[in-house]
């Protein structure tokens, strides 16, 4: 079965770095694009970054271009998220996400496994 | 960048029918038909209820539809029932492999 789990939250004060992990299972991890989500604490969520699968393209929200880096670990079936310059409004649960295409005349897109979360609280 | 704008609240009673209004812009909803629908229950993750505007992956009740009408996508939850009460979240995709997700609406069953 899929599994998704994220690690490496914390606490951190404003202006520091944390790096997360997303260990990947049960499926062929190079073939997929994969996501980071956040959600803010009683809030929506919120897209952060994508990375295709082989980690030769990447983009981000405009809340988090310039500080955030994501990366991959094919050969280790991980999924990262380099922070830095962080800011009290980057504190969030933040997901791991896969992306599922479905292809077809017209291909369809949707996150179809997430994780359960790590926390990430900037504060000082 | 700007969240796509989805009524706060909606609550129906058990049987009824509720609709979840998702509305964007011509750079998002309006120019793709790739919005999905996600289910989030308290503690939990986002679970997908619709893709493609109106797909329903294996295992998603067909109580559950989308549709999409110019800028604005919309999910339906007929013959609502009491698992159904979560919170409920538009996404759609916005160009250059960006994303955008509504601002989420609360689903009370009465």
């Known amino acids: 079965q899929v599994q998704l789990v994220e690690s490496g939250g914390g606490v951190v004060q404003p202006g520091g770095s944390l790096r997360l992990s997303c260990a990947a299972s049960?499926?062929?991890?190079?073939?997929?694009?994969m996501h980071w989500v956040r959600q803010a604490p009683g809030k929506g969520l919120e897209w952060v970054a994508f990375i295709r699968y082989d980690g030769s393209n990447k983009y981000f929200s405009d809340s988090v271009k310039g500080r955030f880096i994501t990366s991959r670990d094919n050969s280790k079936n991980t999924l990262y998220l380099q922070m830095n310059s962080l800011r009290v409004e980057d504190t969030a649960v933040y997901y791991c996400a896969k992306y599922r295409t479905i292809f077809g005349v017209v291909p369809k897109y949707y996150f179809d496994y997430w994780g359960q979360g790590t926390l990430v609280t900037v504060s000082s | 960048q700007s969240a796509l704008t989805q009524p706060p609240s909606v609550s129906g009673s058990p049987g009824q029918s509720v609709t979840i209004s998702c509305t964007g812009t011509s750079s998002d909803v309006g120019n793709y038909n790739r919005v999905s629908w996600y289910q989030q229950s308290p503690g939990a993750a986002p679970k997908v209820m619709i893709y493609g505007v109106n797909n329903r992956p294996s295992g998603v009740p067909d109580r559950f539809s989308g549709s999409k009408s110019g800028n604005t996508a919309s999910l339906t939850i007929s013959g609502l029932q009491a698992e159904d009460e979560a919170d409920y979240y538009c996404c759609s995709y916005a160009g250059t492999y960006t994303f955008v997700f509504g601002t989420g609406t609360k689903v009370t069953v009465l």
């Open positions: 049960g499926f062929t991890f190079e073939n997929y694009d």
